[in-house]
């Protein structure tokens, strides 16, 4: 009997140690660590670590270059997330009909997503690269000067903006597609009947019905905006004068560039912090509140 | 006016012929019941009178105009379906009034002609549900009620009552049945319960493979049923149907014998159940099961390789392994030929 419950113990602890190595030594060790980390000074060889308490995060609220980085990642939200959405929208709503070439235009909306940010961003380098780039080839057919649209503060963010639609819109499309799909045939079949156009239909029937898709997409998409920046590395490096820079990148600076490690912990535990609220929220407005049944 | 005709009526999906040249009128205010095994090509037929389905060849008339070409919303019809097709967003309210709001009725007009068709379904107290709070019978009061507000004279219904219940089902069938005579409805009704159209039609289509087998009213494909087909698909249990060529004609009632022996066209043999009685002499059977059902027991018996069903009163003496014979008037044999369809003999 004994025996029994110390064999069931042991299964237990074997199946369970090998996830729980993974998740303490990547995730749970790291995370505190970082935490820690932001409490002390960075140490040298002629000055050991001290404790500094809050002194990193009173730093963080002074640094004008975190602003400037925070409200980057802000414009780059606003600029991506709503138009990602309507587009992700359209896109399903048109491979959900029965168009000729359906699987093809479904794997065509969904290839950017498929593709590593790092490829992405070398194809959008080609697309906007001054004077032999693809955007200038095209414009200067009407005449219009070449830009160096990397290059220059005022149109770098909003040119990153329109890559990460690209690449986002695809994504979420997929979410919009299986919703539509949850949608029964003979509710379009009934409102059919009653005369409802394509448009009221949508509006009154399907929009509301994908709310609970638009809500978990508006908070997946907020988080990627803040946790894709593969693509800042081959681009602009966050420049210029940090005009496309965003926090994540700003971390791996600070911690990898500028070897503060200090700071970087602290930029890191904020970014955590408000990572993690968006995904309590998440888990209770996904869950408890746009539910019908 | 709001009868409809279909007139020589075909879809063809790829090369199966889903409807198959089909013709059938219905008068106007009476019900008409679409019966046919599952894949008989009735719900397709249903939806072509709708327009949600268009016809390959074919035509229909609603109140003697001609629809064919016409898109649903046109035609002055209202359906119910099957899953009922609720809003699951909406309530009660707003799922009966969703087509007075598409075609812009006043607010004044849209509450009252709800509250109206509230009424009649018995929803009053609810209209502020949504419908996963409603119980199936509910749910289905709520599609009743969204066709009923429509106004239109035509009403089609796709097997409404299949997601109920058995005993929520006969109360439906009583309402529906009602309603269509109070609002005086025009209704297509397709199902494959033969209880269903046996106790509500007016007149039953049956179907098979895309075709009309017989239509007319209940009691004509009960009593006269025109094939084999007819036959075994109205009535439960179904007639029995007994091949002349694998039966010892001796073991018929004597005229019937004689019958059978004198024309050598009659390929098969059928009677109901109700019309059995166990005799002295007769067709001798074997037992091998009885269902009682208080009133009555079904008893089913081997006759050579033919099942043969019928009824009792009360609880026999009957246990399966009994050999018993078994006889019945003659008058009450349906007679087939050799394609199964029924002789004009009487």
């Not at chain 2, 409603?134 to 066709?147: D, E, N």
Request: hydrophobic share 45%.
């Amino acid at each position: 009997m004994l025996m029994e419950t110390h064999k069931r113990h042991l299964l237990g602890w074997a199946l369970f140690t090998p996830a729980a190595i993974l998740l303490i030594a990547f995730t749970h060790y790291p995370t505190i660590a970082t935490f820690i980390n932001s409490l002390f000074s960075n140490s040298s060889i002629i000055r050991p670590s001290r404790f500094i308490g809050v002194e990193g995060y009173q730093d963080l609220f002074d640094d004008p270059v975190f602003w400037k980085v925070f409200s980057n990642n802000i414009w780059l939200a606003l600029g991506t997330i709503p138009t990602s959405i309507g587009l992700a929208i359209i896109m399903a709503l048109i491979v959900n009909k029965a168009v000729p070439g359906r699987s093809f235009l479904r794997i065509a909306y969904f290839t950017p997503t498929m593709l590593p940010m790092i490829a992405v961003a070398n194809i959008w380098l080609f697309f906007y690269a001054p004077e032999i780039g693809m955007l200038d080839q095209v414009l200067g057919l009407f005449g219009i000067d070449s830009h160096n649209w990397l290059g220059n503060p005022s149109t770098v963010l909003p040119a990153i903006i329109v890559m990460t639609i690209w690449k986002e819109a695809g994504f979420f499309m997929i979410f919009y597609l299986a919703g539509l799909q949850t949608i029964s045939p003979e509710l379009a079949e009934a409102a059919e009947l009653e005369g409802s156009s394509r448009w009221n239909f949508f509006w009154r029937v399907q929009y509301p019905l994908l709310l609970p898709t638009t809500l978990f997409v508006l908070i997946n998409a907020f988080l990627n905006s803040f946790k894709l920046v593969d693509h800042l590395f081959v681009l602009t490096k966050g420049g210029p004068d940090n005009a496309s820079n965003l926090i994540l990148y700003y971390i791996y600076e600070t911690a990898f560039s500028f070897l503060d490690i200090s700071y970087a912990s602290a930029l890191t535990v904020f970014l955590l912090l408000l990572l993690a609220v968006t995904a309590l929220a998440q888990f209770y407005f996904v869950d408890k509140r746009v539910h019908y049944r | 006016m709001s009868g409809i005709e279909i007139k020589n009526l075909t879809r063809v999906f790829g090369d199966v012929k889903a409807v198959d040249n089909v013709s059938f009128s219905v008068p106007e205010k009476t019900f008409t019941v679409l019966l046919g095994p599952s894949g008989c090509g009735k719900s397709t037929l249903l939806r072509m009178l709708c327009g949600l389905e268009s016809a390959t060849s074919g035509q229909v008339f609603i109140g003697g105009k001609d629809v064919t070409s016409l898109e649903a919303a046109r035609r002055g019809v209202s359906m119910v379906f099957q899953s009922y097709a609720l809003f699951p967003h909406l309530d009660v309210k707003e799922n009966i009034q969703f087509g007075l709001k598409v075609r812009r009725v006043p607010k004044a007009e849209r509450a009252e002609k709800t509250q109206a068709a509230a009424e009649i379904v018995g929803l009053s107290g609810l209209l502020d549900r949504k419908p996963a709070n409603l119980s199936g019978g509910q749910r289905q009061r709520v599609a009743l009620a969204r066709s009923i507000v429509s106004e239109q004279s035509v009403c089609l219904m796709d097997e409404p009552l299949s997601n109920l219940d058995a005993k929520l089902r006969a109360e439906m069938r009583d309402e529906i049945r009602s309603l269509q005579q109070r609002l005086g409805l025009t209704v297509v009704y397709v199902t494959h319960d033969q209880v269903e159209a046996m106790s509500m039609a007016d007149q039953i289509v049956l179907l098979d493979a895309g075709k009309i087998v017989q239509a007319g009213t209940p009691a004509e494909l009960y009593t006269r049923p025109e094939s084999v087909f007819s036959a075994r698909f109205v009535g439960i249990p179904p007639m029995n149907i007994l091949s002349i060529e694998m039966s010892d004609h001796d073991d018929f009632p004597a005229a019937l014998s004689k019958t059978v022996n004198s024309n050598p066209s009659i390929g098969f043999i059928g009677v109901r159940p109700e019309h059995i009685s166990v005799t002295s002499t007769g067709l001798p059977v074997t037992v091998f099961g009885t269902d009682y059902f208080g009133g009555e027991t079904v008893v089913r018996a081997h006759y050579r390789d033919s099942t043969i069903y019928f009824r009792c009163a009360d609880q026999p003496d009957i246990k399966p392994g009994d050999e018993l014979n078994i006889s019945w008037p003659e008058k009450q044999t349906h007679i087939f030929d050799q394609n199964k369809i029924r002789m004009a003999s009487d």
